[in-house]
Nanobody
Framework: QVQLVESGGGLVQAGDSLRLSCAAS????????MGWVRQAPGKEREFVAA????????YYANSVKGRFTISRDNSKNTVYLQMNSLKSEDTAVYYC??????????????????WGQGTQVTVSS
């Protein structure tokens, strides 16, 4: 199994920046790709960004492209999500998740095998 622990959430104002971290442990060698997913109150989970461990190839949702940057530190088994120019609509619980195969698109939330507990991001306008 892969254990995932997110950190870095908080309350910020619109226009501010925030960086989330996701530390992976356990059978991390089985993880092919890491993703960030968010869920706003009353809404379904939404793909935000993903990164492939080996090559660093990244994927972004259109809603965050140009504002958010996903990165990874393989030596620390940690993935980051740098969020700039935050908007009130970015308010959500942010989860990191691990995908064990490239068979499925990064946006296929049902194909992520392991999930963290989530961290709350609240952006006040």
């Amino acid at each position: 199994q892969v254990q995932l622990v997110e950190s870095g959430g908080g309350l910020v104002q619109a226009g501010d920046s925030l960086r989330l971290s996701c530390a992976a442990s356990g059978r991390t060698f089985s993880s092919y790709r890491m993703g960030w997913v968010r869920q706003a109150p009353g809404k379904e989970r939404e793909f935000v960004a993903a990164i492939r461990w080996s090559t660093g190839t990244t994927y972004y949702a259109n809603s965050v492209k140009g504002r958010f940057t996903i990165s990874r530190d393989n030596s620390k088994n940690t993935v980051y999500l740098q969020m700039n120019s935050l908007k009130s609509e970015d308010t959500a619980v942010y989860y990191c998740a691990s995908q064990s195969t490239d068979r499925w698109a990064a946006t296929r939330l049902d194909k992520y095998d392991y999930w963290g507990q989530g961290t709350q991001v609240t952006v006040s306008s």
